[in-house]
C-alpha cells in the first residue's frame, strides 16, 4: 500500500482538497471510465437510496439535468486525456437520479456527440436504470449505440414495492416488469443491481432475477458505516451478509448452471486465484473512474456520501479542471484513486490480500476515518472462507498463485511509484 503519510491522512478522514501543485501522473495513469450523472431527478424515491435518503443534499443544489456545456467540456478533457495516457477505450457509465427521465431523443444526441468526438477510442456506454421507463424508442437506442442495460430491483414484487416506491409511496413492480419485458422482446441482455434484502428468503429471489432473465447479477452490500450498522446488527445478528449470500452461492454453484454471471462471486474466484478484481467493492483496487455531476462538479467514489454529506466533493470542476487532476488531490481522494492503505485491524487476517479490507464506505467510522475493517468484516471472511472450500483453495494457495503469476496491478504499481 502506498505509504505512511497516506494513512495517517486515512486515519484523520480528511478531505482531500486539491493541489495541482502536487506531483501526479501525466500519462501513465489512463482513467477508463466516466460515470455521468445525467440528471439529479429520479421518479421513485426508494427509501434505502443513498442518493436521496441517507442524508446527503448535494442533490438539492444540481441542475435537473448535465449541462449541454458540462457534456461538451467533458469530452475535450476525456479526448485530450487519452492523448496523453494512450489509452484506446473509454467507458460511460450513465447514471441519476433515474437517467431516463431525460428521453430518449436528448440521449440519442449525447451518444451521437460522445461517438462523434471520441471516434478514435473503443466506446462503452452502459445506463444504470429503475427500468420502470424502458420504451421501444429507448430499446432502438439500446440497440443501435450497443449500450449495456443493469437495471435496480430488490425481488419479487412484495419485496420491491417496499422500498422502490414512486413519489406518491406507489409500489413500481409493475412498470419495472413492463421494462424488463421490453427488453426482452427485443432480445437486450441486462445485469441485475439489488441490494441484500436481509431477512427475505435469498435463494427466492435469487431465482425471481434468473426466472426475469438477467444475463448478470450484482449483489450490493447494504451501505452502512461503523457509525450506523447497529441496528441492522440488533435485528439480523452478526453475519446477515454471509447468511444471505452463501444459500445464493450454493444455488449459483450447484443448481444454476452458471449461465446467470454474479458478479460477486466471479470476482471472489479471481481473488481466491490469485487474480485482479473488476469491482472497486472487493480486494480494494485504486480506482479509475471519475464522477461527474450535472453542473460539472467531479467527484471520485460517490458512494463515500453515506459517510459524510458531500464526502465525495473533491472541489474539482470539469470546466475548469483535467480528468488526472483527480489524480493530484490529498487525502481521502488521493487514497481512494491509488487503493486505501490496508486497515490495521485486518493485518494478518487470511483475507487480507484478496478481500483486502472491504468496500471503503463500509470501512468508515467518524472517529477512526477508513483505518477501519469493514463493518462486513465477518461476512466477508465466512463468505470468502465458503468459496474457498468449495473450490478447494487454500489461502497458502492463494498466496502461491498470486507469486507464481506475480499478480500485481500495474496501474497501482505505477501510483505508488508516482505517489512516493
Ligand atoms: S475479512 Fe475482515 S479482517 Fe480480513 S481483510 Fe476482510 S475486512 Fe479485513
Known amino acids: 500500500m502506498p505509504n505512511s503519510v497516506a494513512a495517517s491522512d486515512a486515519e484523520g478522514s480528511h478531505l482531500g482538497k486539491p493541489n495541482l501543485a502536487a506531483p501526479f501522473l501525466p500519462q501513465a495513469v489512463p482513467i477508463t471510465q466516466v460515470v455521468l450523472k445525467a440528471t439529479s431527478a429520479c421518479n421513485l424515491n426508494c427509501s434505502y437510496c443513498y442518493v436521496y435518503n441517507k442524508g446527503d443534499e448535494t442533490w438539492k443544489t444540481q441542475p435537473g439535468l448535465i449541462e449541454d456545456t458540462v457534456l461538451d467540456q467533458l469530452l475535450e478533457r476525456i479526448r485530450s486525456h487519452a492523448l496523453q495516457s494512450g489509452q484506446g477505450e473509454i467507458r460511460f457509465t450513465i447514471h441519476g437520479g433515474e437517467p431516463m427521465l431525460v428521453g430518449p431523443t436528448r440521449f440519442r444526441d449525447w451518444c451521437r456527440k460522445i461517438h462523434k468526438a471520441l471516434g478514435h477510442l473503443e466506446i462503452f456506454i452502459d445506463i444504470q436504470t429503475n427500468a420502470t421507463l424502458i420504451t421501444e424508442a429507448w430499446t432502438d437506442l439500446f440497440v443501435e449505440y450497443g449500450i449495456e442495460v443493469n437495471v435496480s430491483t430488490d425481488g419479487p414484487r412484495a419485496v420491491h414495492d417496499r422500498y422502490r416506491v414512486d413519489h406518491l409511496g406507489r409500489g413500481s413492480y409493475d412498470r419495472f416488469v413492463r421494462g424488463i419485458d421490453r427488453l426482452n422482446d427485443a432480445g437486450i441482455p441486462f445485469g441485475i443491481l439489488s441490494v441484500l434484502q436481509l431477512g427475505e428468503d435469498p435463494v427466492a429471489i435469487h431465482r425471481h432475477f434468473v426466472d426475469l432473465g438477467c444475463s448478470a447479477i450484482g449483489y450490493l452490500l447494504p451501505a452502512e458505516t461503523h457509525d450506523t450498522v447497529a441496528e441492522l446488527r440488533r435485528q439480523y445478528g452478526p453475519t446477515p451478509c454471509a447468511d444471505y449470500l452463501v444459500p ?18 466471479w470476482n471472489i474466484a479471481r481473488l481466491i486465484l490469485g487474480g485482479k478484481t473488476l469491482l472497486d467493492s472487493l480486494g480494494n483496487p485504486p ?27 473533491i472541489g474539482l470542476n470539469i470546466k475548469t479542471h483535467d480528468l488526472k487532476d483527480i489524480l493530484a488531490t490529498t487525502g481521502v481522494h488521493r487514497d481512494v484513486m491509488a487503493g486505501m492503505p490496508l486497515p490495521d485491524g485486518c493485518k494478518g487476517c487470511r483475507e487480507e490480500k484478496t478481500c483486502a479490507g472491504g468496500y471503503l464506505p463500509n470501512r468508515y467510522a467518524a472517529a477512526t476515518g477508513f483505518n477501519n475493517p469493514s463493518v462486513w468484516c465477518a461476512d466477508l471472511y465466512k463468505l470468502f472462507g465458503h468459496v474457498r472450500m468449495r473450490m478447494e483453495v487454500t489461502p497458502d494457495q492463494t498466496h502461491d498463485l498470486r507469486t507464481r503469476y506475480a499478480v500485481r496491478n500495474d496501474d497501482q504499481t505505477q501510483l505508488e511509484g508516482a505517489l512516493q
Open 248 to 265: 445464493v452461492f450454493d444455488e449459483w454453484w450447484f443448481n444454476n448452471p452458471m449461465t446467470v454471471a454474479v458478479r460477486e462471486f
Open 287 to 313: 480506482i479509475r473512474f471519475v464522477g461527474i455531476q450535472p453542473d460539472g462538479a467531479m467527484e471520485s467514489l460517490d458512494k463515500l456520501r453515506v459517510c459524510e454529506p458531500s464526502f465525495a466533493d
